[in-house]
């Protein structure tokens, strides 16, 4: 079984990014520069927007928190939206989801300017992805990609099955897989909440992305010898031994299901910070075409 090891491989992403910052320094132009705007106080979002932040100033980037209280109204995160849009220092931006129920998202995801959408939400983005056009790929299945990549893990011809359908990783991640090309080249199952007899399909895969968000729901006896494993599972669960007071579980039963694995990814060290590495290279990205 080997690890695929997403703390080490998003460090090595990092420093080549970091590499490049170097050199557009030197060359006196311009750094990227992310912004990522957070509505309310959720504390999870809170963290991953810090992460993001301190990873913006671990390579070399500039970076701009915008914090906006739980009870803003759709129309001022519309105006917020409209200012970084026209702010041209700002070469990229994402807004944190969720956001709070008096905003309607598909709204909010719609007034990005497609060319600053580092998170590749936008429905022209997304469109363009799934028809083989070059663009911004979110970042979690971005990140997927490019561990399957960097380890050499074998997509053509594989069934990959994908569990669960979110517009964030599970939908992206299922259209990516069957593309042409590699990683890609796969036969592609998306299964969710409605999908009769998962054990009979995750049974059959050679490749399983589970995106749930359920706690040690893939177990050894769902999966056959040899499969490849990436959970993108991060859910919180009450423990009262840690300092924090909860520890981050993945979606698949590790333990059990890492002895039948031929690769497989840790909750947290695995997709988590795959995600992070990935948003900085389409910010990155952002800027160099914007040049
Ligand atoms: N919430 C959970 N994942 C993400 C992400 O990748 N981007 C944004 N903006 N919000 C998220």
């Known amino acids: 079984m080997t690890l695929l090891d997403g703390k080490k491989v998003s460090n090595d992403i990092k ?5 490049q910052v170097r050199k557009m320094k030197a060359k006196g132009e311009k750094v990227p520069h992310l912004a990522a705007v957070i509505v309310g106080n959720d504390g999870a979002s809170l963290t991953y927007v810090g992460s993001k932040v ?8 500039e970076s701009t928190m915008v914090r906006m209280s739980n009870t803003t109204s759709e129309i001022e995160l519309l105006d917020q939206i409209e200012e970084l849009n026209q ?9 944190q989801l969720p956001l709070p ?5 598909q709204k909010v995801l719609m007034a990005v300017d497609p060319s600053k959408d580092v998170d590749g939400f936008h429905p022209e983005n997304f469109g363009k992805m799934a028809l083989d056009m070059s663009t911004f790929i979110p970042a979690t299945p971005f990140g997927i990609l490019e561990l399957l990549d960097r380890y050499g893990v074998e997509t053509n011809g594989k069934h990959t099955v994908v569990i669960g359908r979110s517009h964030i990783v599970g939908r992206p991640m299922s259209i990516l897989m069957g593309r042409k090309g590699f990683p890609g080249n796969s036969t592609v199952t998306l299964t969710h909440s409605h999908t009769k007899n998962i054990t009979q399909i995750t049974s059959q895969a050679d490749i399983i992305i589970s995106a749930l968000g359920v706690p040690n729901f893939l177990k050894a006896e769902m999966v056959k010898d040899d499969v ?7 859910t919180r669960v009450p423990d009262e031994s840690s300092p924090k007071g909860y520890r981050i579980t993945g979606d698949v039963d590790f333990e059990n299901v890492s002895k039948k694995a031929s690769f497989i990814t840790p909750v947290p060290g695995g997709v988590g910070p795959m995600t992070i590495a990935m948003l900085l290279k389409n910010t990155l990205l952002a800027r160099e075409q914007r040049m």
């Open 54 to 61: 301190r990873a913006c100033e671990r390579v070399g980037f």
């Open 15 to 19: 420093d080549e990014i970091t590499e």
């Open 87 to 95: 702010n041209d220092d700002i070469d990229g931006f994402i807004i």
């Open 228 to 234: 490849v494993i990436i959970d993108v599972g991060i």
């Open 101 to 105: 129920p008096q905003i309607n998202t």
